[in-house]
């Protein structure tokens, strides 16, 4: 598996979002439920904690929780600087 910079992330959203038309939300959405998938996977029992940061990785975060929290898995979020939430974070978020 090859991965990819954080420049080279954001360049692959960017062309998702204005080339193909896939809503920013779309993409965070389908982020967090891999993570949240991936989380299970690592920690199938306890407690799961996520930290999420203000921008976008950090709402990728607030979907994973909102997943895991559905299925039924003990989560906790750590929201660094929750006042300064923005975009798509805020709306997951839900400060």
Do not use: S, W, Y
């Amino acid at each position: 598996m090859r991965t990819v910079t954080r420049q080279e992330m954001r360049e692959i959203d960017r062309r998702a979002i204005a080339d193909a038309g896939i809503p920013a939300a779309a993409l965070m959405e389908n982020a967090g439920r891999a993570v949240a998938d991936e989380a299970q996977t690592m920690a199938p029992r306890g407690v799961v904690v996520i930290v999420c940061g203000k921008g976008a990785n950090g709402g990728d975060g607030f979907v994973a929780a909102r997943h895991l929290d559905n299925r039924g898995v003990g989560v906790r979020v750590v929201a660094i600087e929750p006042a300064r939430l923005e975009g798509d974070a805020l709306a997951e978020g839900g400060i």
